[in-house]
């Protein structure tokens, strides 16, 4: 770290970012595209969820076959419940992942409490 960089680490080790204009250290981030990311991988998780709950659910009903009818319905459901929890687990986090890289790499992430202004990583 040389004189005058704008990101430093605080006592505790964490990344703390001064505004370029004001040197104000009051920074709110605001991940945007991860919010977004997030929420849009998913709904696309989710969606892409549902190929795996149908897989999900046949071989939950192979496995409860052996139980009977009673062991198909509850085999099946449980595949695809599993399906699709996975489906949008993965899709969020994968969506989030995308969204931060957004977040630093496009959008103006950071807003000064002190002086309103709002740049990105690319400013600073
Ligand atoms: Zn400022």
């Given at each position: 770290?040389?004189?005058?960089?704008v990101?430093f680490?605080?006592?505790?080790?964490?990344?703390?970012?001064?505004?370029?204009?004001?040197?104000?250290?009051?920074?709110?981030?605001?991940?945007?595209?991860?919010?977004?990311?997030?929420?849009?991988?998913?709904?696309?998780?989710?969606?892409?969820g549902?190929?795996?709950?149908?897989?999900?659910?046949?071989?939950?009903?192979?496995?409860?076959?052996?139980?009977?009818?009673?062991?198909?319905?509850?085999?099946?459901?449980?595949?695809?419940?599993?399906?699709?929890?996975?489906?949008?687990?993965?899709?969020?986090?994968?969506?989030?992942g995308?969204?931060?890289i957004?977040?630093?790499?496009?959008?103006?992430?950071?807003?000064?409490?002190?002086?309103?202004?709002?740049?990105?990583k690319?400013?600073?």
């Amino acid at each position: 770290m040389k004189q005058g960089d704008v990101i430093f680490t605080n006592q505790d080790g964490e990344i703390q970012i001064k505004c370029p204009i004001c040197q104000s250290e009051r920074i709110e981030t605001r991940n945007i595209g991860m919010k977004a990311g997030g929420t849009l991988g998913a709904a696309a998780g989710a969606t892409a969820g549902i190929a795996g709950a149908m897989s999900g659910a046949e071989a939950g009903a192979a496995v409860g076959l052996a139980g009977g009818p009673v062991g198909v319905a509850i085999g099946g459901l449980f595949g695809a419940i599993m399906g699709g929890l996975v489906g949008a687990a993965a899709g969020g986090s994968a969506g989030a992942g995308i969204g931060k890289i957004v977040d630093d790499t496009m959008l103006e992430n950071y807003y000064c409490l002190d002086c309103d202004h709002s740049f990105g990583k690319q400013d600073i």
